[in-house]
């Protein structure tokens, strides 16, 4: 038995048959020290409701429950996981509500409605983790319905999200969406060895808190010139820019720069959040 009365993870997947499934994702934590390291990261829990994307067997769900989440609110895709998870439920009663389903599809303010404060805390798929994060990134109205997402992706997705411009290579549409509404940072990494099966690439925690105040601008708008300027990143804006409309209409770049004042023989790497929303703005005004 574990601390929480449990069994031992390597027990539950052998006892309900949850060989890791790669087209899922599935890369499990077994190691109950580093769940725990996860759920603390995200806390202090007491009092805070958890949503939980893809529990699977349960490390980190148990790791939440153990370390005070009022409750979670676990999203499994995998039916064969179910079973694993009405056992954590039965030990922690009314604490943890399992939602079988795809998380892209679900709707997940409508699962956590009228649970506050709410948190999201996962061990992301790694096929559908970027996804996850624009979805919530975009959410509206802002400051959202959580407080705080504390999140596991390859290392590689993690800089990505963190990129500054100074960081040219990382530096993308993502992390001008979670600059313009979070704090980010990269809280620790976790080793291939740490999984099962073990993965490729070394694993991030990265800490996402939504911004009060982001700088006020439209969310299409923004993400309509990121896409196109970093569409074709190595280009200089005036030339990546060309064949952006707003709302049916084309939009001249020269007209978009000279509002947003930036210079057209720059590229889409060197230009920071305040530049980009300086052009959403230019390009929702037009
Ligand atoms: N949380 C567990 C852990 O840390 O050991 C498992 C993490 S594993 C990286 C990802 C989990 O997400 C798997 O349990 C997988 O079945 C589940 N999953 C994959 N795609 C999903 C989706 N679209 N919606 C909900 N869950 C999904």
Redesign the pocket.
Known sequence: MSEDGLPPLREVVAAHGLAPKKS??????FDLNL?RKIARAAGPLAGAHVL??????G???RALLTEGAASVTA????ER?LAALAEIAARYPDRLHVAP????TLDHRALMAGMAPARIV???????GTALLTGWLESDPWPPWFDRLVLMFQREVAERIVATPQERADYGRLAVLAGWRTQARILFDVPPAAFTPPPKVTSSVVELIPRAHPLPCEGAALSAVTRAAFGQRRKMLRQSLKGLAWKGAPVAPETLLARADIDGTRRAEEIDVAGFVALANALASS
């Open positions: 899922l994702g599935q890369n499990f934590l769940t939980e994307i893809g529990p699977g067997p490390g980190l769900t999203v499994e895709r995998d996981c389903g795809d998380a892209l996962a061990n992301l798929p790694y096929n559908v």
